[in-house]
């Protein structure tokens, strides 16, 4: 288990160059407006997202937290207990997002975070997120 920070960045290019001499560690994957690292030290999947926002009032630098655990069955325990103590998930779902297939569950923490519970599960060129219609342990959001 490791977590999860993603940033949104204006230039990508120097984010990368920025986090692989902070953390002595190559992207693992790069794809256009897209790069990940698996951080040895600390425990760390460091995820960056290219965005085009120009207002520094308006422009927001954490794009969501997570944990990454290691089996689809954590993620479904984790969705259990936030359920169990009241807090509002998206329930588990297979999903594609971010070059990945993964399953994963989402909450909201009260000041606005986003959390994402999630194993990935494989490979794919696709970034936006999508549903691959499979969900288990509560209402797919």
């Known amino acids: 288990m ?6 949104n960045v204006r230039d990508l290019d120097a984010a990368v160059d920025f986090y692989t001499t902070m953390f002595d560690t ?7 407006g897209y790069a990940n690292f698996a951080v040895e030290q600390p425990p760390l999947k460091l995820v960056l997202f290219e965005s085009d926002s120009h207002g520094d009032s308006d ?8 944990v990454e ?6 993620v479904a325990e984790a969705d259990a207990r ?6 509002a998930t998206t329930g588990v779902e297979d999903a594609v997002c ?3 297939e993964k399953t994963e569950t989402w909450a909201m923490s009260p ?3 986003r959390w994402e519970w999630y194993v990935k599960t494989g490979d794919t060129e696709q970034m936006e997120h999508g549903s691959l219609g499979a969900c288990s342990g509560g209402a797919c959001g």
Do not use: S, T
């Not at 422009?59 to 997570?66: E, V």
């Not at 655990?69 to 954590?74: F, G, I, T």
């Open 82 to 87: 936030l359920q169990g103590g009241e807090v």
């Open 69 to 74: 655990v290691d089996r689809p069955e954590d």
């Open 59 to 66: 422009f927001h630098h954490l794009n969501h937290l997570g």
């Open 98 to 100: 971010c070059y990945a």
């Open 111 to 113: 000041e606005g975070a």
């Open 26 to 32: 190559a992207p693992a994957k790069r794809r256009p």
């Open 2 to 7: 490791r977590l999860q920070l993603a940033l």
